[in-house]
């Protein structure tokens, strides 16, 4: 019997739909409208869903099942100010730093600003939506003030951060919130792509992986099918 040729090393138990189940599941409550640079994209109540590769500020996170919705707003100033702790991070001069360099930094500031694990954010959104808290609107920022957040929330701010210095022109490149499925459940982390080198780099703040998609210690699914 020939043998199967393996393109990439993507683990076949991975499953890449939960954001198309997110949108499927509240498909009644949305409405498509045009975001600039990204065209017709779905909203949810007013906000743009926050998918992969799609900008993060002002958009919102839903669940694949029916939970809190993450608002990713700059309103109340507590978002930017964490920006800007991350940027006395990266020194007077960040531009001269390296794409590795910049996403352990901004790693290690995600598990800084957010330490407390399951049993803590779920007292954040119980004082915050009470018992239910399904697709009730919650702020990113609510957990950078209560010190906590899983995988999802800090995944986001990790991207917050990443989109923030591609924004101010501190890196260039692509980022996005990534997640999928595996049979121990669902995933969510951080990923950027390096214009200038092609690397992929991913900053799993939950799972606390962080580094170059092909060298970490893969406990995880990070790669996305076509990634070689």
């Known amino acids: 019997m020939a043998s199967i040729i393996v ?14 189940r997110a949108l499927e599941r509240v498909r009644w409550q949305l409405e498509m409208r045009n975001l600039p640079g990204y065209g017709q994209v779905p909203f949810f109540k007013g906000r743009h869903v926050i998918g ?16 809190e919705a993450i608002v990713v707003s700059e309103r109340d100033g507590i978002l930017p100010n ?44 119980r004082d915050r939506l009470g018992s239910s808290g399904k697709d009730d609107e919650i702020e990113l920022s609510a957990f950078v003030v209560g010190k906590a957040g899983v995988c999802r ?6 991207t917050y951060f990443l989109e923030k210095l591609l924004k101010d022109g501190i890196r ?10 595996m049979d121990a459940g ?40 076509g990634d070689v």
């Open 7 to 20: 393109e990439n090393d993507e683990r076949p138990d991975v499953r890449w739909n939960r954001t198309m």
């Open 186 to 225: 669902g995933h969510a982390w951080a990923r950027f792509v390096s214009k200038k080198t092609g690397q992929i780099l991913i900053s799993d703040a939950g799972l606390d992986e962080c580094g170059d998609i092909f060298e970490v210690e893969q406990q995880w699914g990070y790669l996305r099918p």
């Open 82 to 125: 964490a920006y800007r702790y991350l940027l006395s991070r990266l020194g007077r001069h960040p531009k001269r730093l390296d794409d590795l360099t910049v996403i352990r930094i901004v790693h290690e500031t995600v598990r800084e600003l957010l330490p407390g694990g399951e049993t803590a954010t779920e007292a954040i959104i």
């Open 153 to 158: 929330h800090r995944g986001l701010l990790g």
């Open 52 to 67: 992969r590769d799609m900008q993060i500020v002002d958009g919102v996170y839903l669940g694949t099942y029916a939970r």
């Open 172 to 181: 260039v490149g692509m980022r996005s919130i990534d997640r999928n499925e």
